[in-house]
């Protein structure tokens, strides 16, 4: 109680502020918190847009409840001292309810294709919410030996462009030409208890075969799902049961096919860049299923620099800024003009593989789920309809029907829309 009432103070105190025309500009900030990041932030990042433009900024690092309540008081009280707002796209969909945020509609940002998809999510309620700003994700890994090995009618160039033919049944088929000429399993997955399994069945899998992570759970688009994934596991190695990460299995090619979080599969990349193509995931029946953590820049409602702060935004959205922030942080840039200025090496690999797959015109984005406390018991019904179903040779009606029941309690709880 002691500490928010503190809270509560200095946030009052801060609303008796006047705020002057040559005051800096207020940047908060969820992302670039850890100490490292904030250096980069404020001594490259911020320090290079007050150079050439003369507009000082001020970055504050903020965890999410501390801005959202920031933020509100402000606006409540129209004594708005933040004139930037850096989040994931959940925290400003939030806000965005609350109404927090500015509608940037009429904000023109020249030479910058923003990834359609991206683009596409900012745009909340019809209204444009945010500029997208950063994005993580998970992609596949290749080691280029397994391309001898393609099945018929799919060439190197439909894998790493996304094209249609690079389908999950492809996948199974290659999986199937590996395994008979290399006698064994290639393909693998971090099924460990610390690995993101999880992410791939309800991000990937699931938004491919039914169009959602979980409202369509039980539905019959899921049962070929499971019939899928079911022909699949003979070409998973088994070491994939135990597996946290990827980037062993890869460089000692253990696999020639991984699935993982790009920060999981980079250092393989660094260490043998010549080795290596990050590709796009396939696509399902309903497309070309994938996670994507979004992060965007978004203007309060009565922010007291809107001018500058779409400055500020024009200068963290172009390719030479996008390109540091992923030389320095490891967040992948949201526009396509960025690929061309990223350096040749490792993160030139792992770009293209990213903007390739964010880029697909058949993707279907999943956002990972704002679940708190249940997040955990989120990620377990996949695992556990996976050991059930595919491992143990569970029904998959009945499987599928209980744990859909589990998930519908687990958002209702929270009071989110199901995904």
């Known amino acids: 109680m002691f500490r928010r009432f503190i809270a509560v103070l200095v946030i009052t105190l801060l609303l008796t502020l006047p705020v002057f025309a040559g005051e800096a500009l207020n940047f908060a900030s969820t992302q670039m918190v850890p100490a490292a990041e904030q250096i980069f932030a404020k001594s490259v990042l911020l320090k290079g847009f007050a150079d050439e433009s ?15 309540t920031r933020l509100s008081a402000e606006v409540f009280a129209q004594k708005v001292t933040i004139s930037l707002v850096g989040e994931l796209h959940g925290g400003l969909d939030l806000m965005n309810t609350k109404v927090l945020l500015d509608d940037l509609s009429g904000i023109t940002l020249p030479n910058r294709t923003f990834i359609k998809a991206l683009e596409d999510y900012s745009v909340l ?36 462009g996304a094209s249609e033919k690079w389908t999950y049944d492809a996948l199974l088929n290659w999986s199937k030409n590996l395994n008979d000429a290399l006698k064994g399993p290639k393909l693998g997955f971090p ?50 049961s135990v597996w946290e990460s990827m980037d062993e299995p890869l460089l000692k090619e253990e696999v020639l096919i991984a699935w993982d979080h790009t920060a ?39 922010a007291p620099q809107k001018d500058n702060a779409v400055k500020l935004i024009d200068y963290l959205t172009s390719p030479d800024i996008q390109v540091k922030m992923l030389e320095n942080i490891g967040f992948f840039p949201t526009i396509k003009e ?7 090496g490792a993160l030139k690999i792992l770009a293209t593989g990213v903007l390739s797959q964010s880029g697909s015109p058949d993707s279907v984005i999943a956002m990972i789920p704002s679940l708190g406390a249940k997040g955990g018991e989120f990620s377990a019904a996949y695992r556990d309809a996976f050991t059930k179903i595919v491992i143990e040779g569970a029904d998959t009606e009945t499987t599928i029907i209980s744990i859909a029941d589990k998930l519908r309690a687990i958002f209702k709880e929270i009071g989110v829309p199901l995904l």
Not at 200 to 206: D, N, T, V
Not at 273 to 297: C, H, K, M, N, W
Not at 338 to 344: M, S, Y
């Open 54 to 68: 003369g507009i000082n900024v001020e970055f504050i690092p903020m965890e999410y409840p501390d801005l959202f």
């Open 125 to 160: 309620a019809g209204k444009k919410v945010y500029v997208p700003w950063m994005q993580a994700t998970y992609v596949m890994a290749v080691n280029k030996k397994a391309f001898q090995y393609l099945p018929a009618g799919l060439k190197v160039e439909d894998v790493t």
């Open 191 to 240: 099924m460990g208890p610390k690995g993101l399994w999880h992410r791939f069945l309800h991000g990937y899998i699931y938004p491919s075969f039914t169009g959602y992570q979980a409202a369509a759970f039980d539905s019959l688009r899921a049962v070929k799902l499971w019939e899928y994934l079911k022909e699949l596991r003979p070409y998973m190695h088994p070491s994939s």
């Open 264 to 302: 999981r599969v980079k250092n393989a990349v660094i260490e043998k860049p010549e080795d290596f193509a990050i590709v796009p995931s396939p696509r399902g029946p309903q497309g070309r299923g994938y996670i994507t953590v979004a992060v965007g820049l978004a203007i309060p409602v009565g």
């Open 338 to 344: 960025a690929e061309g200025v990223i350096p040749e």
